[in-house]
Structure formats: structure tokens, C-alpha cells
């Protein structure tokens, strides 16, 4: 049996330890938009406080794929599924067939659309790759706005005490309504 799972995080990884388990010689392959290796995404937030490094959100040892027996194709979005000829397209053109695939993906960040949405230093956080991001602006940035009020919105925005930097919370500037549309 030839399985694809699209996505990296602790869903696609738990499928592909309990597929790997039921079926030791069954053909896994695993496709992550992300080149590191299975992390805890909801921690990311504490990379951004300075208390926990990018390695220490690992939850799998460093040799999690080869241990698994299964190919990880990293760094890569798939594009295109076609379920008639049992293939997923790969952002560099490649094909991967499947008997059996499972979209574990999780979902991105819905893009703002509110005027000056295209301004520089505008971050999403949902990657480590995002937080890397943000903590090399943070440093020259002398405010901050903060969109969101779930636990990362909110340790993010009390990230960096020193007094240089003034955050803002949206709850702060009193906007009575915020409406992404869609």
C-alpha cells in the first residue's frame, strides 16, 4: 500500500507512526510546506519570547524519518491533487502516486484586507520560519501592533519589555469591530 500524507504536523506525523505501525512494509511518504523537522506549533510563541529555541519545539528525534522508514519530501507544497489518477503534484512538478493520502495540513493564516495591508513588516505567526522573521525586524521596531487575541496574539505582544518599544494590542486602541470578510 502506497501512502501520501500532506502535512508535517502532529496529525500528518501521528498518521504516518500509526499507518507505519499497522503496516510495517507499507510505502509512506510525507509532504511538509516546511523544511523543519515535526515541531509543537502552538509553542511558537514562546521562540518569540526568547524562552524556547527552534530545537527545543521539536517532538520528534532529528532521525524521526529515517527511524519511520519513509520518504520525506520537505520544502514542498502540493499544488494539484488528481484523485482519478491517484497523484499529488508537488511544487517543482513532481508527481507522487497514492493508493491511499491523507491532507493533514492544518490551515494558513486568512490574509488581512484592510488598506495598507501590503506594507512591509506586516507578520503572520504561524511558523517557525514567521517568528524567525519577526524576531529579526523586532529589533529596529520601536512599535507594534497586535491583531489577535488568542494565546500567541497575546504573548507576542508583551514579547519585548524594553522600554524603546511601545506595543499596542487591539483591544487597547478600543476598535470596536474588525471583519476580515470572506
Not at 78 to 88: A, E, G, H, L, P
Not at 118 to 136: A, C, D, G, K, P
Not at 151 to 159: E, F, K, M, R, S
Request: glycine residues 8%.
Amino acid at each position: 500500500m502506497n501512502h501520501v500524507i500532506i502535512g508535517n504536523g502532529i496529525a500528518g506525523i501521528q498518521a504516518a507512526e500509526t499507518i507505519r505501525n499497522l503496516d510495517p512494509s507499507a510505502s509512506i511518504t510525507l509532504v511538509a510546506a516546511e523544511s523543519h523537522p515535526p515541531y509543537c506549533r502552538p509553542m511558537i510563541s514562546l521562540m518569540l519570547e526568547g524562552q524556547m529555541s527552534s530545537k527545543m519545539l521539536a517532538i520528534r528525534n532529528p532521525h524521526f524519518y529515517e527511524d519511520l522508514h519513509l520518504q520525506a519530501v520537505s520544502g514542498k507544497r502540493v499544488t494539484d491533487i488528481d484523485v482519478d489518477s491517484r497523484t499529488v503534484k508537488i511544487n517543482d512538478d513532481r508527481l507522487i502516486s497514492f493508493d491511499r493520502l491523507l491532507i493533514a495540513s492544518g490551515a494558513d493564516p486568512r490574509p488581512l484586507k484592510i488598506p495598507g495591508h501590503s506594507l512591509n513588516n506586516i507578520f503572520y505567526m504561524r511558523t517557525i520560519s514567521h517568528v524567525e522573521q519577526m524576531l529579526m525586524e523586532i529589533a529596529s521596531a520601536r512599535h507594534a501592533l497586535v491583531l489577535g487575541g488568542g494565546a500567541g496574539g497575546i504573548q507576542g505582544g508583551v514579547q519585548h519589555d524594553a522600554p524603546k518599544h511601545t506595543r499596542y494590542h487591539a483591544d487597547q486602541l478600543r476598535i470596536s469591530a474588525i471583519h476580515a470578510g470572506g
